[in-house]
């Protein structure tokens, strides 16, 4: 049973004008189906791993215990089985013709209104994406923190970063419409409950009745009416309690127990004309984010096209079906896998074959040495099976320099019997759960030096299980010692390790004191008390202070392979230098151009790197690449002399 008729769109009062474009708060980007994928999924997965209470636990009618079971299906509806689809019809008019007629729309804002009105046009043939799951369900708090304007549950008392909140905004995007319903079957003393709700996002909108003019926020909420809202966690609105028709089907295949579903209305496709590649680019990005979980079978995923006739299951005896070994698929195969296919395949690889070390934190730590040399080294970082990072404090390629190459895989888990480092790592891991960020507001102060202590541990496992590479030895080729007049074989010496050189140059630095520490202590003196007897005789005014050397803005430096040219004078000058960086799956990048002081822990004194003055960057040493740029010139501010030693460094942006 339904009510199409009472149920609408609220647009409540507003203060701002803003448009279609402001109106998306989400970073994600139209025809990235990445961040809508992972998302979706990751919702999934914490409505049956991540629960509130231990009550909620109980009450759970999941019949296979320890797995969620997720159906994402894509099919053909008319616009008229689109919810309350009079109000939204009358708030995108309204929005649409006040901002055209006041010339207000930007290039990007005409491309929503000329897709919501091309979808408005259709009678038939609305794709709709609906992606259910038989987790515990929405319930009324649940679904009013993904429908609030100003609150998440991306909170320490909702488990930290990451649970369902703001991140719903990620599926708009995909959503020619800008509208995505949201439905729950949950328990509450004992008795299953149905709610169902949605947010379309347009643009803010005036009305005028009896003379008066409201001006109506752009996040239209789906519900019965509006109520007095007292507090913020008011629902501030009576939801519906039966489906309307687009959501009827799926929230009947729940049954008489608990889930969730979503629906994606004017499904896009990903940008794409053509719907092809929409079933295999889903279980790619499942697998790539998701493959412990799916390995497990914590994760079953199925996916149906239904407009195509292409159907697929997503699990344990699939998975390898989307892996690529060798990484020989081609970028448009892998649309949307932030993580190198490769390097998926070494992981999946060191969850099957890998040797389990020492715990730490509570969390399962797995190491594979990689055959033949085969590089870069790799630690693997998964929350609930999740994949959230392979760069992490002290557990970058970087850090394990001098080392026999290996892959590592650091498996925490709610469930877990010590969930110390799993607390971390998920209040760490920002909006995007793709990250371990030491600066994260979910982290307190103690928390974070925690959780640097914690991944040094690991580092500290791993360095010692990897071992070092072999010094390489050599003779030098014109030297040898005269014993008794005979002639003795030239001494074979032992390179330093690199590894050994890094860890031994950091402590030396670390011992260095701080420029701007020692001016402070210049300026207080040496407080209360006599002064030390300075001699006889006035005393020796040492001069200023030099200038400590300038050195270009910190930043996580990345193991990108690229090569440079230099760029040569008549003297034989560098005047700059053209650089080539492959594809990679970073974002923005910074690069600038270094000389190696080509010193050693054989010198006595060791030197830093000399950083080359550029024009034209983003300060002075650094010029910022955009993602698909691959060719690049940096020209420096004055040449140099010895082009030999210039080397290429590149940082995330």
């Known amino acids: 049973m339904r009510d199409p008729i009472t149920s609408k769109l609220i647009f409540p009062e507003g203060h701002d004008s803003d448009g279609f474009e402001k109106a998306s708060t989400t970073k994600a980007k139209k025809g990235n189906p990445e961040p809508f994928t992972r ?16 009550e909620e636990l109980s009450q759970s009618d999941n019949e296979t215990a320890g797995s969620v079971k997720i159906t994402i299906s894509i099919r053909n509806h008319s616009i008229a089985d689109l919810p309350a689809l009079n109000s939204y019809k009358f708030a995108f008019n309204q929005a649409a013709s006040q901002r055209e007629a006041e010339g207000e729309l930007s290039p990007s804002e005409e491309g929503t209104v000329r897709r919501i009105r091309r979808s408005l046009g259709k009678e038939q043939g609305m794709r709709v994406l609906f992606c259910r ?47 995505v319903c949201y439905g729950g079957k949950y328990r509450e003393d004992d008795q299953l409950n149905t709610i169902v709700s949605g947010r379309a996002i347009l643009a803010s909108h005036l009305t005028t009745e009896d003379g008066k003019k409201t001006m109506h926020s752009p996040n239209g909420t789906l519900a019965l009416n ?73 994760m079953i995923i199925e996916i149906n096209d239904e407009v195509i006739n292409e159907s697929v299951a997503v699990d344990s005896s699939t998975i390898e079906d989307y892996l690529d070994p060798d990484g020989s698929s081609s970028a448009s195969k892998n649309k949307g896998v932030s993580f190198a296919p490769k390097l998926v395949y070494r992981a999946y690889t060191t969850l099957c074959e890998g040797k389990q070390l020492k715990s730490v934190g509570g969390a399962t730590l797995l190491y594979r040495a990689l055959p033949n ?86 580092a500290k496992i791993l360095k010692e299980e990897a071992g070092e590479i072999p010094g390489e030895t050599y003779s030098p080729p014109s030297f040898a010692v005269f014993t008794d007049g005979n002639i003795k074989n030239a001494e074979i010496l032992q390179r330093i390790p690199i590894s050994r050189q890094k860890d031994e140059i950091d402590e030396a630095s670390a011992r260095e004191p701080d420029f701007e520490e020692e001016l402070e202590l210049d300026v207080v003196g040496p407080g209360p008390g006599p002064s030390p007897n300075p001699g006889p005789g006035p005393s020796p005014n040492p001069g200023p202070r030099p200038e400590p050397p300038a050195r270009p803005r910190s930043g996580k430096r990345v193991e990108v392979p690229c090569s440079l040219r230099p760029n040569l004078d008549g003297t034989g000058k560098t005047l700059g230098v053209q650089i ?45 690449i955009i993602k698909d740029s691959h060719s690049f010139y940096i020209e420096f501010d004055k040449p140099f002399v010895d082009s030999a030693r210039l080397e290429v460094e590149l940082v995330e942006r």
Not at 42 to 51: G, I, R
Not at 594 to 600: I, M, Q, T, V
Request: glycine letters at 8%.
């Open 39 to 54: 998302e979706l999924l990751q919702n999934c997965l914490d409505a049956q791993f991540c629960l509130e209470s231990v």
């Open 133 to 179: 799951d038989d987790g515990h369900g929405l319930n009324i708090k649940r679904m009013t923190r993904i429908l609030s304007e100003s609150n998440t549950s991306k909170t320490r008392s909702h488990g930290g970063a990451g649970s369902v909140g703001l991140g719903h905004l990620t599926t708009f995007p995909s959503s020619n419409l800008r509208y």
């Open 226 to 298: 509006l109520l007095q809202r007292e507090k913020l966690s008011d629902p501030g609105f009576t939801y519906l309690t039966q489906p309307p028709l687009l959501m009827e089907y799926e929230m009947n295949m729940i049954g008489n127990s608990t889930g969730s579903v979503v629906a994606v209305c004017g499904f896009d496709d990903f940008g794409e004309e053509t719907s092809d590649d929409t079933v295999e680019t889903i279980a790619k990005i499942a697998v790539s984010h998701f493959l412990v979980a799916i390995k497990d079978n914590r």
């Open 373 to 458: 040399g085969e590089k870069p080294t790799q630690v693997n970082i998964f929350r609930d099976g999740m994949w959230i990072t392979n760069k992490a404090y002290k557990l970058n390629a970087s850090n394990f320099k001098g080392l026999n190459p290996f892959d590592a895989v650091l498996l925490s888990n709610k469930t877990d019997p010590n969930t110390e480092l799993y607390d971390l790592i998920r209040s760490s891991e920002g909006a995007d759960h793709m990250e371990i960020d030491l600066k994260s507001d979910q982290l307190k102060p103690h928390e974070i030096n925690q959780l640097k202590t914690l991944l040094m541990e690991i």
């Open 580 to 624: 080539w960086i492959p594809e990679h799956n970073y974002g923005d990048l910074g690069a600038r151009v270094y000389a190696n002081p080509g010193s050693d822990l054989t010198c006595e004194t060791l030197l830093p790197p000399q950083y080359q003055s550029i024009i034209g960057g983003t300060d002075a040493f650094e010029l910022l």
